[in-house]
């Protein structure tokens, strides 16, 4: 089974950088994905991750560490835009051959003031 | 191009009642997916389906089917509905079963009275 831990809420300034992180305990492990969503929306694709390392994806990055459990996701110049519901969800390997089931975390609420 | 389609777009049903929702996946796509999304927590699995076949099912009763036609798209049945049951319903398509890009459609926003 999967339990991932993303804090509830979170509040930045517009211009400014922040990390929201997400740590995961698993019985298998085969990518770690980070998804936007907007208040009524359906969530967006932001990233993947899969092996240790920083991906960078314009203002957006994001951080794996497979021995610790951990990611995070970086954003940076910050835009009003960006309040959203940030979601951390990992690909189980013990979900079945050729099976693409994502256990998300309760996602974190980014509010972005001026 | 049309993304992952879902309909209806809204809903209300009494308990006990049965719904059908259904997703239409982006052209080319393979794999549909649902998922449950109750307020303020995030997706929670149900179904994947790939060329007709179930490949995965997460924790759910089994008043809770879906199935997948010849051109991809499908359907998600929830019979003696529950007031519990009330969420908005997610389908996610992908090429394959183990692509990492999965798009979600719009979703189906069910209110159970």
């Known amino acids: 089974g999967q339990n991932i831990d993303q804090p509830t809420e979170m509040t930045a300034t517009e211009g400014a950088i922040v990390q929201i992180n997400c740590t995961y305990q698993?019985?298998?492990?085969?990518?770690l994905f980070w998804y936007q969503q907007h208040a009524g929306e359906a969530p967006t694709f932001l990233s993947y991750?899969?092996?240790?390392g920083l991906e960078e994806k314009g203002r957006f990055s994001s951080f794996l560490s497979r021995s610790k459990g951990y990611s995070y996701l970086l954003l940076k110049e910050l835009q009003m835009k960006d309040s959203a519901s940030y979601l951390c969800?990992?690909?189980?390997?013990?979900?079945?051959?050729?099976?693409?089931?994502?256990?998300f975390g309760k996602g974190t609420k980014l509010s972005v003031i001026p | 191009d049309a993304g992952v389609t879902q309909s209806p777009t809204h809903l209300i049903k009494t308990r006990g009642q049965h719904v059908t929702l259904r997703c239409s996946p982006i052209?080319?796509?393979?794999?549909v997916s649902w998922y449950q999304q109750v307020l303020g927590q995030g997706p929670q699995f149900i179904f994947q389906?790939?060329?007709?076949?179930?490949?995965g099912r997460g924790n759910f009763p089994d008043r809770f089917s879906a199935r997948q036609f010849p051109n991809y798209s499908s359907e998600l049945n929830v019979n003696a509905l529950l007031l519990g049951d009330s969420a908005l319903y997610l389908c996610?398509?992908?090429?394959?079963?183990?692509?990492?890009?999965?798009?979600f459609g719009p979703g189906t926003r069910l209110t159970v009275t």
């Open positions: 698993t019985s298998g492990f085969n990518g």
């Open positions: 052209s080319g796509h393979k794999s």
């Open positions: 991750n899969v092996l240790d």
């Open positions: 996610a398509s992908s090429l394959e079963t183990v692509s990492y890009e999965q798009y």
């Open positions: 969800a990992v690909r189980d390997t013990d979900s079945g051959a050729g099976s693409y089931q994502l256990t």
């Open positions: 389906y790939y060329e007709k076949e179930e490949r």
